[in-house]
């Protein structure tokens, strides 16, 4: 017999149907579910560190899930608002006794679901909330001494061995057939001002095409960092926004590619940024490593604009910013050369090229953003050390031996020998792209110097 008559489940980073923890739960545990999409104007209308390529994603996603549930015969309810707000009209009109939501990690999240459950109790209304976008919890994985592990290889080595459920098919449907179209929010407007054909397509469809493909991953460890080839999984995204679930995507790589894939390790990274983000929220805003908020950053403006625009003069920098802003994504490899770049030799704030990155990745995912940016800035926790900085001629000629990845993303330069690219530091000319804004050797040092002397 079913616990309670009528429960609502609030999808947000799990825009799917199977393999969803909460909603299983609420599925069981309810006779009748509420199945909602909320709109909260403090994400999409006010949020500094909104991704407009992010929100396309995800309201592609969104309509992916309308199309799954009308599979079933049934119907997703979006709303807008405030999630206590909806949370308190949903129960007037359908008399709610409980409230299922999957958990987030981020002080934002935490903070709206204690909004959220205060609300639930002001309403005598029963607040769940299920892990499921992670492999492992933050509670789960700890030093022997107690405390989170602040290094990746030892999380790492006790992490892999949590156990890991499989996925999980919808077992129900017993659904809410709808609220009626007088209350349903209607997101066209939000379609229409942020459609860019360019940008990676969302939804459970496009996700599983991947997912179903991963055999063709098996040289990742040798490809992955040539930005050239499509030697990445481009599962970021989906995984951001739940059209697959974790486990989907773990247990996808183990069977196709092998239990010791390289694929699997970032998977971990993943929850490792994560859990950092959970017990250390101040890295939100902060160094991890505190005595670095000391640094006085010269922070130009005019560089920082080149370095948003890709007109720095350094090819392999300016390809991979051309990539961010024309399709919302940049290849892993020169995010790391392109916010080395921008801390080591420009010494603009990290947190500048952080937001900067939020504003324009589709795979935005506050945790994994930071924790990549604090890595390259030498900030964070497990960072490389300040005296390690790419050196980004070095790295164009090692990754992009011969400027595929360059031309693509810089016509000025199509026709440039490969010969002169790769030297524009010595043999740059006055044609229609820049010279070199700085000296990469004379930068390094300078940068060298500001975190010995904070």
Known sequence: MAKYSVALFIFRRDLRLVDNSALNQALKQARIVIPCFIFDPAQIESHPYQSAPGLQFMLQSLEDLQRQFAHIG??????????????GQLCALEKLEAVFVNRDYTPFSIDRDKRMQQRCRELNVDFHSFNDALLTEPEQIGKSGGG????FTPFYNT?????VPLPQALTATN??????????????????????AAIQPGGRDAALNILDRLARFSDYPQQR???ALAGTSRLSAHLKFGDCSVREVLHAVQTQLGPEHALIRQLYWRDFFTHIGFHFPRVFGHAFRQKYDAIVWPNKHEDFQAWCEGRTGFPIVDAGMRELKQTGYMHNRVRM?????LVKDLHIDWRWGERHFARHLVDYDPCVNNGNWQWAASTGCDAQPYFRIFNPWRQQQKFDPQC????????????IPVEIIQRWDKKHGDGAYPKPIIDHKIASAY????????
């Not at 050369?337 to 770049?341: G, H, L, N, Q, V």
């Not at 595929?404 to 026709?415: A, Q, S, T």
């Open 159 to 163: 992490a892999r061995h949590a156990p």
């Open 404 to 415: 595929r990845y360059i031309y693509r993303w810089l016509p000025e330069l199509e026709k």
């Open 74 to 87: 049934a119907r997703l309810n979006l709303c807008y608002g405030s999630p206590e707000k909806v949370i």
């Open 225 to 227: 960092d040539i930005p």
């Open 175 to 196: 659904f809410h057939p709808g609220l009626g179209e007088a209350r349903q929010y209607d997101p066209k407007p939000l379609r229409d001002r942020r459609l860019n």
């Open 337 to 341: 050369i392109t916010a080395s770049f």
């Open 148 to 151: 989170p592990y602040q290094v």
């Open 447 to 454: 940068s060298k110097e500001l975190f010995k002397n904070c």
